[in-house]
């Protein structure tokens, strides 16, 4: 029977990276609507 | 300080809490032994998810009592938590799919679960077009109202969808009448990421109200 843990790192990773990005994008989208006039 | 700044502040924060909690998972949580490292998707999917409830039941909430007493700040605050809350429900959509392709084999599939909260999201998309497309405020709101809680009724129906029909999502293991069955580590994490991602919710939606705010008083004068 095969014991070992899954390796899939990869897909943390790209999770991780993801939520910030769009968090930070939809930050970034509400600092520029609030400077328009 | 203004409502927008002390937002910003909030989210500025959250975002720096939220690279506390990475630590936290990656470091100092135990590797799940069946799912490897993807389970600590788990930190971000399941808090993300949980605020998109909590975004839409406060839709509902402040949608229902618009209805009552039409108080514009109601409308206002409805139209910042649907649109945070869509924000949200997209994390959920994007995180699921990367978590599901390791553990399920597939991406995506088309049950109950998945499907209503990829309709919620569009639900959330079709409230925002709705307020885009009518001009007179009171209509917009009153419509608008009705959508929010058509959503929130939604969300009733998306947390139970996994006790009434098959589905490869697992059932919830910590919002349910029992205790959570999860270990003490994992279940601080996850609720630490929650309170972060709750610090966010308050942050955007802070921002988008006053965004709200200045737009009717431009309106109005």
Same mark, same amino acid.
């Given at each position: 029977?095969?014991?070992?843990?899954?390796?899939?790192?990869?897909?943390?990773?790209?999770?991780?990276?993801? %939520?910030?990005?769009?968090?930070?994008?939809?930050? %970034?989208?509400?600092?520029?609507?609030?400077?328009?006039? | 300080?203004?409502?927008?700044?002390?937002?910003?502040?909030?989210?500025?924060?959250?975002?720096?809490?939220?690279?506390?909690?990475?630590?936290?998972?990656?470091? *100092?949580?135990?590797?799940?032994? *069946?799912?490897? @490292?993807?389970?600590?998707? *788990?930190?971000? !999917?399941? =808090?993300?998810?949980?605020?998109?409830? +909590?975004?839409?039941?406060?839709?509902?909430?402040? $949608?229902?009592f618009y209805l009552f007493l039409r108080d514009p700040r109601l409308d206002r605050f409805a139209e910042a938590s649907a649109e945070v809350g869509m924000v949200f429900a997209a994390i959920v959509l994007t995180t699921g799919p990367i978590w599901g392709k390791p553990i399920w084999g597939t991406w995506w599939t088309w049950d109950a679960r998945l499907t209503s909260?990829? &309709?919620?999201? &569009?639900?959330?998309?079709?409230?925002?077009?709705?307020?885009?497309?009518?001009?007179?405020? /009171?209509?917009?709101?009153?419509? /608008?109202?009705?959508?929010?809680?058509?959503?929130?009724?939604?969300?009733? &129906?998306?947390?139970?969808?996994?006790? @009434?029909?098959?589905?490869?999502? =697992?059932? =919830?293991?910590?919002?349910?009448?029992?205790?959570? $069955?999860? =270990?003490?580590?994992?279940?601080?994490?996850?609720?630490? $990421?929650?309170?972060?991602?709750?610090?966010?919710?308050?942050? *955007?939606?802070?921002?988008?109200?006053?965004?709200?705010?200045?737009?009717?008083?431009? +309106? !109005?004068?």
């Amino acid at each position: 029977m095969d014991n070992s843990i899954p390796q899939n790192a990869g897909y943390l990773i790209a999770a991780y990276i993801l %939520v910030p990005t769009i968090l930070i994008a939809y930050a %970034v989208s509400l600092y520029r609507r609030s400077l328009r006039p | 300080m203004t409502i927008a700044q002390k937002g910003r502040w909030l989210v500025v924060t959250g975002l720096v809490m939220l690279g506390g909690v990475y630590v936290r998972a990656l470091a *100092f949580t135990p590797v799940e032994r *069946f799912q490897g @490292l993807a389970q600590k998707i *788990f930190y971000v !999917h399941v =808090p993300a998810a949980v605020t998109t409830e +909590l975004a839409v039941i406060l839709l509902g909430l402040a $949608s229902v009592f618009y209805l009552f007493l039409r108080d514009p700040r109601l409308d206002r605050f409805a139209e910042a938590s649907a649109e945070v809350g869509m924000v949200f429900a997209a994390i959920v959509l994007t995180t699921g799919p990367i978590w599901g392709k390791p553990i399920w084999g597939t991406w995506w599939t088309w049950d109950a679960r998945l499907t209503s909260t990829l &309709f919620l999201f &569009f639900l959330l998309a079709g409230y925002q077009v709705l307020r885009g497309a009518v001009t007179d405020g /009171s209509l917009r709101a009153r419509y /608008s109202a009705v959508l929010g809680i058509c959503a929130v009724v939604l969300v009733g &129906f998306i947390h139970l969808s996994v006790y @009434l029909f098959p589905t490869l999502h =697992p059932q =919830p293991i910590v919002l349910k009448p029992s205790k959570p $069955s999860l =270990p003490a580590e994992m279940l601080l994490t996850l609720v630490l $990421s929650f309170g972060v991602f709750v610090v966010l919710y308050i942050g *955007f939606v802070m921002q988008r109200y006053a965004i709200a705010t200045r737009r009717a008083e431009t +309106l !109005h004068g």
